[in-house]
């Protein structure tokens, strides 16, 4: 089975504090992804990555910035946290390396964050 | 502005009859279609998808249809079940890696 791991389930952070949220994922896909979720508004991508070093950013980029130095890694970073960034955060990957339409995306469990 | 949209929040059917979700979307260059589920406290997981050279594509109790002069696609379940309850998020790309996202329809099977 492919497994997305995601390293924090739960994290309260405060204003203007640094926050890394990793991702793992086991089946040495190319292709990984952070979108947030919030109600009324569905998955929203900040960034994603198709290779080790590469990254794009999605529709939502600010505030962010991710890095991915191993295949099997993928990090968000939020530089200093702001209240507008409280949001669930889910991680995601794909195998097929054309395009991820033709694939699917598997998701980790998500990692809800809170900034006060 | 979302590109991809769920008119529909909530969605409450008896087990056994059939649920329907509906699904439109605005980006006439969107070529691929996806359905996703998602239980609490778990990340989404893929459930159907469709290419826009088709107009439905079935998989068991699930069935997607397209309708593509109308921008508008469903998702048919029959029959419901108590497991089917959960949020159900429409998916669309283009040509590229992105995924657009509607906002999710929370499906409620009644026993």
């Known amino acids: 089975d492919v497994k997305v791991t995601q390293s924090s389930r739960y994290l309260v952070k405060r204003t203007g504090e640094k926050v890394f949220l990793e991702c793992v994922q086991d089946m040495d896909h190319e292709n990984m992804f952070w979108y947030r979720q919030d109600p009324g508004l569905g998955l929203r991508l900040i960034y994603f990555?198709?290779?080790?070093?590469?990254?794009e950013k999605g529709d939502i980029p600010e505030g962010y910035s991710v890095s991915r130095e191993k295949k099997e890694r993928f990090s968000l970073i939020l530089e200093s946290a702001s209240t507008n960034q409280t949001s669930m955060y889910l991680c995601?990957?794909?195998?097929?390396?054309?395009?991820?339409?033709?694939?699917?995306?598997?998701f980790g469990e998500g990692s809800r964050l809170t900034v006060l | 502005d979302q590109q991809v949209k769920q008119n529909s929040p909530s969605l409450s059917v008896q087990e056994g009859r059939i649920s329907i979700l509906n699904c439109d979307y605005t980006n006439s260059m969107f070529d691929y279609f996806l359905w996703y589920k998602k239980y609490p406290a778990e990340g989404p997981t893929f459930l159907i998808s469709?290419?826009?050279?088709?107009d439905k594509n079935e998989d068991g109790r699930f069935t997607v249809f397209l309708n593509k002069s109308a921008k508008h696609l469903s998702l048919h379940i029959v029959p419901s079940q108590p497991g089917d309850s959960a949020v159900y998020f429409c998916a669309a790309s283009e040509d590229d890696y992105k995924l657009s996202f509607g906002a999710g329809t929370t499906v409620t099977v009644r026993a």
């Open positions: 995601a990957s794909s195998l097929n390396p054309d395009r991820v339409g033709t694939g699917e995306l598997f």
């Open positions: 469709i290419s826009s050279i088709k």
């Open positions: 990555s198709y290779d080790v070093k590469m990254k």
